[in-house]
């Protein structure tokens, strides 16, 4: 369908045009250059997109065929999971509540209330589509106007960004962070599916969805451009962009009735996009850490497959290298389900979106990525229960259910794949043999202490043996106000002393851009794969310390071995290396300690870690683990093995060895 481009609409794109500048990031290779808003300007989306009226990318509840035909398990999983809640009364988020963000450091309290409440709906929306008999549609009322009667759609943490600062929300200055446009995603999807429905109840609902949908979410994005989400200021973006993209986008292309407006945000969104996309690593690697690359790359994989939709197929960059590359990331990050590579705020399990996988690799043509999908989709049972979705999102929830079929009936494909080269992210992974979690698997990172989510890590190392956690990396607690704040490195998980890593003369490694490896290299054939970098750029000048390089190698079939060769200016205390250890560590004789496989982790392997005792004296210390979110990945506890330097020449070489054995 194509309309008469008017004055006001010109004037519009024309201003979106011109405040968009390109930006690139030193140490990466040559960016794309605005490759969605290249391939796809304002008069190529204004013939191209259906209008909101002709889009139909998934069954209305009154279209009762395509939903019955869905599982029964599933149907019945959903309905009962609404059930549940039926006739109880709706958790209010209160203002002390919301303050507890600012009176105590603590996050969670009112996230709990708020998720839980947009989870609420989305079941009960869920539900109604199921069954189909107007049985929920006072709950998904009730649920619409208390959401909508919030003053604020996100959370304490991110009210900051309002003129008046943290504390309360000003409802003068709607603000848009991640929930509160996955909050106008869930709306917007409501309407879609059930709006005809609560039509019946009373008219004003969808009036009031659609009033709080523009009001909150569609105006304040498309008027503003110092949302720091955005990019238009050079700021470095992570997961924020495309999660927040993929909400709006959602949400304009299901509300948005005005022509002009409709393509004016969705060109946008495309600019904010290539914003996020332009100086992205040319590996795909993900620098946040598996766990964000769900709401990173699989996000920007939401906003792509819905620009596809809305317009049969013609807008797609899906056989762009990197949007390929970026997909991939998630399985060269695979270790053994559940397990992943956790370097930053990562856990080391990850419960990854099979579905998503799944068609992310089908869209791009990967059959490595599609069979992960398939692969995890079996492990999950998917299709067994309800269907997963966090905080509501129906947009997750839609395109799982109708590509059941097709995700089940893939061929499942693991990738354990033997060797893994991010050069960009500067990111290793080597294991014994391809296709086996069995033996040894290691991974390590250079990199800068600057990155997304960062650590003080460059230089750490994680360690598998026969696909269960050996040396491992912490990962991160429960966030709080201190996470996102100048204390950040107060919390011990991010500091390189509780890190594979050594500290020199008592001094840890440093946070910022200019602490970084230097000297980077790999190379691995059918015998070895070796890691090789200069980690003294890490440390502040306090460490004495001209050059360390840590090299670590996997030979097959033997062993890890991380060979250290440093020189210092000087030296006033002993090096000592801490390893964290998930097993627990005996020292059987000074130079060689054994890690006891932990109950549930059977192994017909033993894993010792050998190291000179004439040079380095061992103690073990208990790392009592009390944080909820590293309890699920850890339990209860942790081990820090330290070792200590009986003397600190200026120069030494040395190394660490892991090696496997047959249990006795």
Request: with cysteine; net charge neutral; glycine share 8%.
């Given at each position: ?257 005005k022509a002009e407006r409709r393509v004016a945000a969705v060109h946008k969104i495309l600019r904010i996009l290539d914003n996020f996309l332009n100086p992205y690593p040319r590996d795909g690697g993900c620098d946040e850490g598996p766990g964000y690359w769900d709401r990173a790359g699989g996000s920007l994989h939401d906003c792509l497959e819905l620009l596809a939709s809305v317009s049969g197929g013609r807008l797609t960059v899906f056989e762009e290298p ?343």
């Amino acid at each position: 369908m194509r309309f008469r481009q008017t004055v006001p609409f010109m004037v519009i794109v024309l201003a979106l045009v011109l405040s968009s500048p390109g930006r690139a990031s030193a140490g990466q290779a040559p960016p794309a250059t605005d490759l969605l808003t290249t391939r796809f300007p304002p008069d190529v989306l204004a013939r191209t997109l259906l209008p909101a009226a002709d889009w139909h990318p998934f069954p209305r509840a009154g279209e009762r065929e395509a939903w019955e035909k869905l599982p029964e398990k599933v149907r019945t999983a959903h309905v009962r999971r609404a059930e549940a809640r039926l006739g109880t009364e709706w958790e209010t988020p209160r203002a002390t509540l919301f303050l507890d963000f600012v009176r105590d450091g603590n996050r969670s309290r009112y996230e709990a209330v708020s998720f839980g409440r947009r989870g609420r709906l989305a079941d009960a929306v869920l539900a109604e589509c199921f069954e189909g008999q107007g049985r929920f549609l006072d709950e998904i009322a009730d649920g619409v106007w208390t959401v909508c009667e919030e003053t604020y759609w996100g959370v304490p943490a991110h009210v900051g960004a309002q003129k008046r600062g943290p504390g309360l929300p000003d409802v003068t200055e709607p603000t848009v962070d991640l929930f509160a446009a996955e909050t106008g995603m869930l709306l917007a999807w409501t309407d879609y599916l059930v709006g005809d429905r609560l039509a019946g109840v009373s008219p004003l609902l969808r009036e009031r969805i659609r009033h709080e949908v523009r009001r909150r979410i569609l105006d304040p994005n498309l008027a503003r451009d110092d949302f720091w989400w955005m990019g238009f200021g050079g700021q470095r973006l992570n997961n924020w962009t495309p999660w927040i993209a993929s909400n709006w986008l959602a949400a304009a292309l299901l509300v948005e009735d005005k022509a002009e407006r409709r393509v004016a945000a969705v060109h946008k969104i495309l600019r904010i996009l290539d914003n996020f996309l332009n100086p992205y690593p040319r590996d795909g690697g993900c620098d946040e850490g598996p766990g964000y690359w769900d709401r990173a790359g699989g996000s920007l994989h939401d906003c792509l497959e819905l620009l596809a939709s809305v317009s049969g197929g013609r807008l797609t960059v899906f056989e762009e290298p990197l949007i390929r590359e970026i997909g991939l990331y998630i399985a060269r990050a695979y270790i053994r389900d559940p397990y992943f590579i956790n370097f930053a705020d990562a856990a080391a399990k990850v419960a990854a979106n099979a579905s998503l996988i799944y068609r992310y690799g089908k869209n791009v043509k990967d059959g490595t990525l599609a069979g992960f999908g398939a692969f995890l989709a079996r492990r999950q049972m998917l299709g067994e229960s309800a269907v997963g979705g966090s905080f509501g999102a129906l947009g997750r929830a839609l395109p799982t259910l109708f590509g059941l079929d097709a995700t089940l009936a893939a061929p499942p494909a693991e990738p354990l794949l033997r060797d893994v080269w991010l050069p960009d992210l500067q990111v290793m992974a080597a294991r014994s043999a391809g296709g086996t979690p069995y033996g040894l698997y290691v991974a390590a990172k250079g990199g800068h202490n600057d990155e997304s989510h960062n650590h003080n890590d460059v230089g750490n190392f994680i360690v598998y043996a026969d696909g269960w956690p050996a040396i491992v990396d912490v990962g991160v607690e429960t966030y709080t106000a201190k996470t996102f704040s100048s204390r950040r490195y107060e919390i011990w998980t991010m500091q390189s002393a509780y890190h594979n890593l050594p500290a020199v003369n008592g001094v840890m490694q440093r946070n910022g851009r200019e602490f970084k490896a230097r000297d980077v290299s790999y190379a691995a054939d059918d015998d070895r794969a070796a890691f090789s970098l200069d980690i003294a750029g890490a440390y502040p000048k306090e460490a004495r310390l001209r050059s360390w390089v840590r090299t670590v190698a996997l030979n097959r079939g033997r062993d890890v071995v991380v060979r250290d060769r440093y020189e210092l200016e000087e030296a006033r205390e002993p090096v000592r290396l801490s390893l964290m250890s998930w097993r627990e560590p005996h020292i059987v004789r000074e130079g060689r300690i054994r890690l006891e496989s932990p109950r549930g982790a059977p192994s017909k392997h033993a894993l010792f870690i050998e190291y000179d005792g004439q040079r380095f004296r061992a103690e073990v210390e208990t790392v009592p683990v009390e944080d909820g979110r590293l309890q699920s990945s850890w339990g209860t506890r942790l081990y820090r093995i330290l070792l200590t330097a009986r003397r600190t020449p200026l120069q030494d070489d040395f190394q660490v060895r892991f090696l496997l054995q047959e249990n006795d």
